[in-house]
């Protein structure tokens, strides 16, 4: 099976998936799109101070397994692409995007009835996560 031939850098893998995290982190600061994300999202401090004395451990570690998984995933494609800079891993990652998160993402407009500003805000770090994973997998292919 072509999939299980594809040779994947696992080191590679963990790197860009610490980067996807790390993307998230800095765009969910303050130095970045908190304050947007939380009005459009409807959360206050009170929630942010609640959730972080109840432990985020669990939510960061969810996340951490799903950045593993798609960089795992990302790095399949990178490797079917033959992509091999840093531009060309991070069109794989945009096109990925293109065609699953950001058309996927549009029901919490078009049914949870949330502002496409939030979507937006939402979808730009999941892109911006997937093209620096592919760009690191690119070259370390």
């Known amino acids: 099976m072509l999939l299980l031939d594809t040779a994947i850098n696992y080191p ?51 996340m951490a397994v799903g950045a593993v998984v798609s960089s795992f995933v990302l790095a399949h494609f990178v490797n079917f692409a033959a992509a091999y800079t840093p531009l060309d891993g991070a069109l794989v990652g945009f096109w990925l995007w293109l065609g699953t998160i950001a058309p996927a993402s549009t029901s919490m407009v078009l049914f949870e009835g949330k502002p496409w500003k939030l979507y937006l805000l939402k979808v730009g770090h999941v892109l911006t996560g997937m093209m620096v994973a592919g760009a690191i997998l690119a070259v370390w292919v």
Do not use: E, H, Q, R
Not at 21 to 37: E, H, N, R
Not at 39 to 56: F, H, N, R
């Open 12 to 62: 590679a893998v963990l790197v860009a998936s610490t980067a996807m995290m790390a993307v998230g982190f800095l765009w969910y600061s303050p130095i970045l799109f908190a304050k947007s994300w939380m009005k459009l999202s409807g959360i206050t401090d009170k929630k942010i101070a609640d959730a972080k004395k109840k432990g985020m451990g669990k939510s960061y570690a969810i």
